[in-house]
């Protein structure tokens, strides 16, 4: 089993910043991806960047230029640094992680943290 903790959500008012971290524990032999989604109310849960092993990353179009995916491996932690922050931003943001559990294993389980809620004041 894998836990994710996620922290660094809250309220902020337009055009400030946030950080959100995400740590991942438990059985994990490697880490093929780690990422952020988010769900606003009435919305459904879409994609907002995603890192893979090796580095390269993947972005929402609506967050492109304002957000940063970064991953720090040995610690099995992934960040989100987000700037320019808008009100649609607003909606709860979940950790999201692709993991081989033990050596030898050729498949992968997807885990999820608990969700974080960013509010963008306007």
């Known amino acids: 089993q894998v836990q994710l903790v996620e922290s660094g959500g809250g309220l902020v008012q337009a055009g400030g910043s946030l950080r959100l971290s995400c740590a991942a524990s438990?059985?994990?032999?490697?880490?093929?991806?780690m990422g952020w989604y988010r769900q606003a109310p009435g919305k459904q849960r879409e994609l907002v960047a995603v890192?893979?092993?090796?580095?390269?990353?993947n972005y929402a179009d609506s967050v492109k230029g304002r957000f940063t995916i970064s991953g720090d491996n040995a610690k099995n932690t992934v960040y989100l640094q987000m700037n320019s922050l808008k009100p649609e931003d607003t909606a709860v943001y979940y950790c999201?992680?692709?993991?081989?559990?033990?050596?030898?294993?050729?498949?992968?389980?997807?885990?999820w943290g608990q969700g974080t809620q960013v509010t963008v004041s306007s």
């Open positions: 890192i893979i092993s090796g580095g390269s990353t």
């Open positions: 438990g059985s994990i032999f490697s880490i093929n991806a």
């Open positions: 999201n992680a692709r993991v081989v559990p033990l050596a030898g294993l050729t498949y992968e389980y997807t885990y």
